[in-house]
């Protein structure tokens, strides 16, 4: 198998939890990503993962990171795709959703994200110790980040290694869309309180 798990955290567990923020953050949408499968209002068949085990737990997290929109297309259509920033910052807040995974499956949600059929090496404690870590050059979505600890396993997201302030771009309505039922899943919040958390993220 052409994943390799490097330097993973000192603990006896082999689980992690994974932050998404995207649309991943939908149920359906991030199950395809384990089980394969095409997701509703997107035209990208994933394989899934070689373990197909449902993850074994979700919970809400928010994220001191600011949420925006960038790249021209992607599966889901004309329009932009979720990254957050790589500062962090207490004046901001992104709604996210994580679920409780091993290593090797975060590893090939990670492929499947960028694209990526090669050997990945993802070296976790760097992430740990520094805060992030490159592990793939050029790729969307090639900066492992770590947001802290849930339970005594770590927590990682990824995003691009750079802001791509130049490359902002409204999302397509399939994709919002999803993005909004992920909310509405995970938070107990209003549609005009969901429209307006996304309307202040979409420039």
């Known amino acids: 198998m052409s994943l390799v798990v490097k330097n993973m955290k000192n603990t006896d567990s082999n689980l992690v939890w994974y932050a998404s923020y995207g649309s991943n953050i939908c149920m359906d949408r991030f ?3 384990i089980q394969g499968g095409i997701p509703q209002g997107s035209s990208k068949l994933h394989h899934g993962c070689t373990d197909k085990s449902l993850p ?3 919970k809400n997290i928010v994220i001191n990171r600011q949420l925006y929109f960038a ?3 992607s599966s889901w259509g004309r329009g932009g795709v979720a990254f957050i920033k790589n500062e962090v910052t207490d004046e901001v807040i992104t709604l996210g959703r994580m679920y409780l995974i091993t290593y090797n499956q975060f590893i090939e949600v990670v492929k ?3 694209d990526y059929t ?3 090496v993802m070296v976790f404690r760097d992430a740990i110790d520094k805060g992030n870590a490159v592990f793939l050059n050029n790729a969307w979505y090639g900066n492992l980040v770590y947001l802290g600890e849930e339970q005594g396993l770590p927590i990682f997201t990824f995003t691009n290694q750079d802001d791509l302030n130049d490359e902002i771009n409204p999302p397509a309505k399939e ?3 999803t993005l909004k039922r992920g909310v509405k899943e995970s938070y107990e919040i209003s549609d005009s309180e ?3 958390y996304f309307n202040n993220r979409i420039k």
């Open 31 to 33: 199950l395809c990503y």
């Open 112 to 114: 499947q994200e960028n």
């Open 118 to 120: 090669g050997e990945l």
């Open 71 to 73: 790249k021209e297309y």
């Open 175 to 177: 994709y919002l869309d």
């Open 194 to 196: 969901i429209q307006d």
């Open 56 to 58: 074994e737990k979700t």
